[in-house]
């Protein structure tokens, strides 16, 4: 099972500020199968990045994903209210399909 | 519209049965593979099973194999989450999600919710 480790547990920043969340896998994943998702209070997941680098359709421009073999990057570029939230990573290369624990960007 | 609408979550007690629902409208059901991912409260996503397209494949994982079974109904295009076995630690919101084949989990459910508590 591929372990994906999420840093850091929680990101506080402002409004407008740059984000940059990373994940670590336990063995290589081929970047075509890396994913990350945004899921705020109360909501179901949402699709932002697939294959670590493309945005899902409707995602805006300031979300942008990076990285290859174990390590992995989603950076925010300004943060707007409506991204604070957790978000979690994904490898999709290998069963079973894992997730990491999520981190949360909070308002500072 | 494109849509998935979870549904059957419930209280049962443990060491019952429960089958949860996901209905699917607006896109071509039977060429999707379909997974369930479930959330205890104020945890992390967890990866439960997914079953093919077609439905001639399915795999789940550890923690539910033998007691959880996914089935697919191409033709209402509904899948399903028949539960056995339910205990404690399965308490959690349930999620259907899309795979296009070998594709991120573009489409989900809003959820339903599953407390197994005696």
């Known amino acids: 099972e591929i372990v994906l480790t999420q840093s850091p547990g929680t990101l506080s920043l402002s409004p407008g500020e740059r984000a940059t969340l990373s994940c670590r896998a336990s063995?290589?994943?081929?970047?075509?199968?890396f994913a990350w998702y945004q899921q705020q209070p109360g909501r179901a997941p949402r699709l932002l990045i697939y294959a670590t680098s493309s945005r899902a359709t409707g995602i805006p421009d300031r979300f942008g994903g990076g990285g290859s073999g174990t390590d992995f990057t989603l950076s925010i570029s300004r943060l707007e209210p409506e991204d604070f939230a957790v978000y979690y990573c994904q490898q999709y290369a290998a069963s079973p399909w894992t997730f990491g624990q999520g981190t949360k960007v909070e308002i500072k | 519209q494109v849509h998935l609408v979870e549904s059957g979550g419930s209280v049962v007690q443990p060491g019952r049965s429960l089958t949860l629902s996901c209905a699917a409208s607006g896109f071509t059901f039977r060429t999707s593979g379909m997974h369930w991912v479930r959330q205890a409260p104020g945890k992390g996503l967890e990866w439960v099973g997914v079953i093919w397209s077609d439905g001639s494949k399915k795999i789940y994982a550890d923690s539910v194999k033998g007691r959880f079974i996914i089935s697919k109904d191409n033709s209402e295009n509904t899948v399903f989450l028949q539960m056995n076995s339910l205990r404690v630690d399965d308490t959690a919101a349930y999620y259907c999600?899309?795979?296009?084949?070998?594709?991120?989990?573009?489409?989900w459910g809003q959820g339903t919710m599953v407390t197994v508590s005696s």
């Open positions: 999600a899309r795979d296009k084949g070998g594709a991120p989990f573009d489409l």
């Open positions: 063995q290589s994943v081929s970047s075509t199968y």
